[in-house]
């Protein structure tokens, strides 16, 4: 099946500083890709859809310029987390369709963790 | 809107006993319905899709419109079956909206 894969795997940062995380389809192309955000012991909640040439499409109640997606290839998406505090800690996952092919399957990144002090 | 539930947080099941994970949902349309497994420090990856009307690794979904059910079942459970299990439903080439997961954690 097809890979996609995240980096970094783990990050911690400092109350304030902005945070990038990339998302990479390894052998498929993605017109679209989904960000993912996981509590504890919690669900997949999508942040984002990630459209590659334009712009985001934010589910209700993220801000968009506390998490600036950028899609600016059919292979990477990047999501940034600006002036980090301690409540944006979390797991972060991202997702990808593969447009030549069955666009019906996402396939998952193995997600960042992202620690906030 | 779309939900999807799952009651069940937690399922322990002997090695060998039959499995059933419960998932419900709520949508007027027709849903594409999946299930994802987690296994430990691992990626979420599919299961199986309710189209497919599949078996994989054992593991069977009937989707039932009439009670909007997507229930996930083995007949003999395998302790590698321990994991998180995440139904999702999908409508078009929206993205899944998931469930929030059972574990199902299998004893020996």
């Known amino acids: 099946g097809a890979v996609v894969s995240q980096h970094p795997s783990w990050v911690i940062c400092k109350s304030g500083t902005s945070v990038k995380i990339e998302c990479r389809s390894l052998d498929f192309q993605a017109t679209t890709m989904f960000w993912y955000r996981q509590f504890p012991k919690q669900s997949l909640m999508l942040m984002a859809t990630?459209?590659?040439?334009?712009?985001?499409?934010?589910e209700q109640g993220v801000e968009k310029d506390k998490f600036l997606i950028n899609h600016a290839s059919l292979t990477l998406s990047t999501l940034t987390v600006t002036s980090a505090h301690p409540e944006d800690s979390s797991f972060y996952i991202c997702?990808?369709?593969?447009?030549?092919?069955?666009?019906?399957?996402?396939?998952f990144g193995p997600g960042t963790r992202l620690t906030v002090l | 809107a779309q939900r999807v539930t799952q009651p069940e947080k937690l399922l322990s099941v002997f090695k060998g006993a039959p499995v059933e994970l419960k998932c419900n949902y709520s949508?007027?349309?027709?849903?594409?319905l999946f299930w994802y497994v987690q296994y430990s420090r691992q990626r979420l990856q599919l299961l199986l899709r309710h189209i497919s009307r599949e078996s994989i690794k054992g593991f069977t979904a009937d989707l039932n419109k009439g009670e909007t059910s997507f229930h996930l079942k083995k007949p003999f459970a395998q302790e590698e079956d321990s994991a998180m299990y995440y139904c999702a439903l999908r409508r078009g080439n929206t993205p899944l909206v998931f469930g929030k997961g059972t574990r199902l954690s299998v004893i020996a």
């Open positions: 990630s459209n590659e040439g334009s712009k985001a499409t934010y």
């Open positions: 949508y007027s349309g027709s849903p594409e």
């Open positions: 997702s990808a369709h593969d447009a030549g092919t069955d666009a019906r399957e996402q396939f």
